[in-house]
């Protein structure tokens, strides 16, 4: 199982429907979510969450995902920055505060199995703004396939 990661400060503020970033699975093929980072780049505080998605539906640009093991097999899953317009949230799998600083974040990780992410290109998790005003963050995904 090889690991991939990717990072990059946020396009849009989010809210409760349309993610910061977010990462969904390939057609043929599941992946593993290991770690998730998220910090704030203004003196306001937010809510932030980490939530499934059911639809590729309003995402933002492809990114260009990178393999901890260089030359190794290039990733299947993609990450998309901001979305441009609602999509189809599902389960919140994860929530809390960023603190009214630069600087306050959060790194969740998910042992040492992962979140599973099925196949299927409307299988994602993105970071979402569940209540309240949005706010640009630093993001990164870490995930196996």
């Not at 980490?50 to 899953?77: I, S």
């Amino acid at each position: 199982m090889a690991r991939y990661s990717f990072g990059m400060r946020g396009t849009v503020a989010g809210t409760s429907l349309r993610a910061m970033m977010s990462i969904f699975a390939p057609a043929t093929g599941n992946f593993r979510l290991v770690e998730v980072s998220v910090t704030n780049t203004t003196a306001t505080a937010l809510a932030i969450a980490l939530a499934r998605f059911t639809a590729a539906t309003n995402v933002g640009a492809g990114q260009t995902e990178g393999e901890y093991d260089n030359g190794g097999p290039v990733p299947l899953a993609t990450v998309f920055a901001g979305h441009t317009g609602d999509g189809t949230v599902g389960q919140i799998l994860k929530q809390c505060t960023l603190g009214a600083y630069v600087g306050a974040g959060i790194i969740w990780t998910f042992g040492d199995r992962g979140v599973l992410v099925a196949e299927g290109t409307a299988n994602g998790l993105g970071i979402i703004v569940p209540t309240g005003t949005g706010q640009l963050c630093d993001l990164d995904f870490t995930w196996d396939e």
